[in-house]
Structure formats: C-alpha cells, structure tokens
C-alpha cells in the first residue's frame, strides 16, 4: 500500500465514513461496541497511540495502558526511534508512521485514539479519529487553529456517543476541583475579574522566541519530517526545531500562553458556564516576528455576560505569559509573593480566590486567609486518574470527566486569541466565533484564524 495516501482519496474515505455514520444512525462495529453502558463484559478496549513518546506522549500512552480494560493495539509516530522504544512495552502492537494510514489500513483494531503530537496536528488528526468513529484523549492546547474550534465543536454535536478527553491532567489534584465548587456556589458573591498567569517554566527547553538560530540542514534520517510537517506548508528543517522548540514558532506551536492555557483557565470556565465565547481580544506585546509567536504577552479576552452572578454586563480575563502576575494590592490582599509562576486568581465581590497550577488553593475575604480545603460545603473530593477516567466513560463506568472536548473548546478559545492576537499588538479586536471573523478586522481575520492546509492533510468534515 502506498503509504502517501493521496488527499482527495483519504478525504473522501473519511467524509464518506462520517456520513455513513450519521446516516444509520450508528457506527461500524467496533464503534458501537464503544458506545457508553453497552461495552460487552470482559472486553478490552483497544487503544491506537499516535506520538508514543514527546514530552508527555510516553505518559499519555503508559497510564491509559495502566487501565485494566486496555489493550495498547497500535503505536504511530513519525519517528522511528520511539517507535522502536515504545514497541518494547507493546510487541504485539502494529505499527506505522502515518496516522492516516494507521486509520486506513488499520481501523478496524482500534476502538479509541490518543493524540500526543505537536500542536499544528491536532485537529487534523483529532477530526479524522472522530469522522471514524473512535473515541480520542487528546493533549492540549486542543487546536492551534480558531477555526478549528468550530470543527472540534461541530464535530462533538454529530457525534455525542464518542467519549473525548483533553490532556488536562492537573484536575486531578483537590484544590482545583474545590476551587471550581466555591465558584459555582457563588460564596463569593459576583465575579468581577479573572487573572491567569504562566511563567512558562519550560521556556529554556521548549521555547526559542528571538530568531532562527541554524541554517537549513538535513534531517535525521530516523525522522520522517514531511510526516511531521502534517498540514504546515514544506520548509526546510532546522535543528532548533525538533524536539520541543516547535512550541514557540508560529506554524506548529502554540507559545506559553497556548501551552499552559488549559492548566490555568479551566477552574474559571468550570466555575462558570455563562462563559460561552467571548466578543473581544486585545493583547499587549512587542512587534511580532514572522518565524515565531510574540513574547511576552498580556492579554484582555472580553465576555458578554447577563446574570446576576458577574458584577457587570462584561466580564474581563486577563491572561499574561512571562510571569507578569497581578497587584496583590489592587486585589485588597496584603504585600507577598503569589505562590506558583502559574497561577489562576479571581476577583469577587465577597473575597478573592487564588490558585495554583498544583492546586494549592487560597480564598481572601477582608484581608484573611483561608485554605481553600477547609471551606465550609465543600463535598468529598475522591481520588481521580485522569487517564482512566476517559477509559471508564468509554466502557460505561461513572467516573467524572475532566475535560471533554465540548469543554476544551471553551477552554482553549481564549488562549488562542490571546495567542494569535499578538500579530496585531495592542489592537482591540471584536470575536465572533459564530462567523470564525474579527468583525473590525478584515486582516486579521484573513491572517490568524485558520490556516490553509497542505494537501493530504486537511482535517475532515464530521456532522
């Protein structure tokens, strides 16, 4: 089989799947095995692992193996050498470098995905898992593109039975799910702002924002890189660009407020849900660079709100990168350090919740400090594995999930306007996700929302 699948014949293999699907209103066999509270007794849930090592990708795949129901059937990565550390754990698994071939020719072995590649990836391969009617974990940021929000979004809405979890691993910890409880329970009276932080700790290892550091070389010969490339234009390869410094350039990554935006905004959108999609975004940076995302960053992402649990008729996020942390003063809270470079604060009426990225939580009301554990009304927080949890849905156990796709949309939106709006610094640009535009913008709207995709890899259609 030629491995180089041609686009028009894998777009319309998968486009044709998703209709097939929606048309008799269910899915092939191993999907409807899949479906939630029909998993047959005994069965293992067979799981394609695409990225099998990266920087969380070996994670992602050995603690879904840890499950009990799993079965590691597949391992896909354009790389050989993880594919060859990878196999050692799972030597029955098939194996592949390209994930449409994995679906292709292997589909019918495979019940669910994870999706630990870069993040120009995701929503290509994401789509196409969910067009064949496989459940999917996969890591954060969910998209790079804004348009593909509306595809994620669209596609969830035709296909409900599929169980789909974002690598959001840090609401396992206590803290962070008490903060979420105190939100919605609005003992701090109405939200007045929200501030969220990163100091991008990773920075001197996945990031390199001033300039291209090495001229055009030849890639190493274990790395498929037009694989990697995926649906990013062909350019030459550069050393500064693989492993991980992919993350601050502008076709693949998604910079530090990208990387961490799931980790620091999701308590806000928990704690509330009339958070939907904002109208505007302004971002405060330096003049853009071409190659890379700007940094540093502070951004405003605005929400239109009507509900007597906000102080005002519009609600303000702000998020920043580079460790740029709020007044402890304009908040009423006594001079200190806050506790984490990665923090998420909001600003309430009553008092001020404060936490860090590892769940260390504090409430302030008039200056005094309270451990956001020993609220009082907090219910039981039982100990959560992440990872299984999304295993547990898809073979109908009732475990909490943290964070569906429907979710990471709202999650994910933010970060990336205030990602992408650094093109244009210190403009205030007017959102609206229903038509994917700036609607002051005609530039902006042409430039930084989506992306076109090379052929052969433009993400399907599902719905």
């Not at 470079?341 to 005094?368: F, H, I, K, P, Y």
Request: glycine content about 8%; some cysteine.
């Amino acid at each position: 089989m030629n491995k180089k699948i041609q686009r028009r014949d894998f777009i319309q293999r998968s486009a044709a799947a998703a209709i097939l699907l929606k048309a008799a209103g269910c899915a092939p066999d191993a999907t409807v095995r899949s479906t939630v509270g029909r998993w047959p007794a005994n069965e293992r849930l067979n799981v394609l692992s695409i990225g099998v090592v990266g920087t969380i990708g070996s994670v992602d795949r050995k603690q879904v193996a840890m499950h009990p129901s799993v079965e590691i059937v597949g391992l896909c990565d354009v790389d050989e050498r993880a594919i060859e550390k990878a196999s050692t754990r799972h030597p029955d698994a098939f194996t592949c470098k390209d994930y449409r071939e994995a679906f292709d020719r292997y589909g019918d072995r495979f019940d669910a995905v994870i999706v630990s590649t870069p993040d120009h990836t995701h929503g290509p391969i994401m789509l196409t898992a969910l067009a064949n009617g496989k459940h999917v974990y996969g890591q954060k940021p969910l998209v790079q593109q804004l348009e593909e929000l509306s595809m994620i979004d669209a596609a969830m809405d035709a296909r409900p039975e599929l169980v789909t979890q974002v690598g959001n691993q840090r609401m396992d910890y206590p803290g962070r799910r008490a903060a979420v409880e105190i939100l919605r329970s609005g003992t701090l009276g109405p939200a007045v702002a929200a501030h969220a932080w990163t100091g991008s700790p990773n920075a001197g290892s996945y990031f390199n924002y001033d300039r291209v550091l090495h001229e055009p070389a030849e890639c190493p010969g274990h790395i498929d890189y037009d694989l990697w490339l995926g649906p990013c234009a062909e350019v030459p390869y550069r050393d500064e660009m693989l492993p991980v410094k992919w993350r601050s350039w502008w076709d693949y990554g998604t910079g530090g407020l990208g990387d961490w935006g799931v980790h620091v905004l999701d308590v806000i959108f928990y704690g509330y849900d009339e958070l939907q999609s904002p109208i505007a975004v302004k971002t405060h940076a330096p003049r853009p660079s071409e190659a890379f995302h700007t940094y540093p960053c502070l951004s405003t992402i605005t929400y239109e709100v009507d509900s007597p649990r906000f102080a005002n008729s519009f609600f303000p996020l702000h998020y920043a990168d580079s460790g740029q942390t709020v007044s402890r003063a304009a908040l009423g809270l006594p001079p200190g350090e806050w506790k984490d470079s990665n923090m998420t604060v909001v600003q309430c009426e009553g008092g001020v919740l404060a936490l860090t990225a590892g769940g260390d939580l504090e409430v302030w009301r008039d200056g005094v400090m309270t451990p956001g554990l020993e609220m009082p009304g907090l219910p039981e927080f039982p100990e959560l594995n992440h990872w299984h949890a999304w295993v547990d849905n898809i073979v109908g156990k009732d475990t909490k999930l943290w964070t569906p796709f429907k979710d990471g949309v709202r999650i994910t939106e933010p970060a990336l306007l205030a990602v992408k709006a650094a093109r244009f610094p210190n403009v205030e640009l007017a959102w609206d996700r229903s038509t994917n535009s700036f609607t002051n913008h005609e530039e902006a709207t042409r430039t930084i929302v989506r992306r076109e995709y090379r052929p052969g890899f433009a993400p399907p259609t599902v719905g």
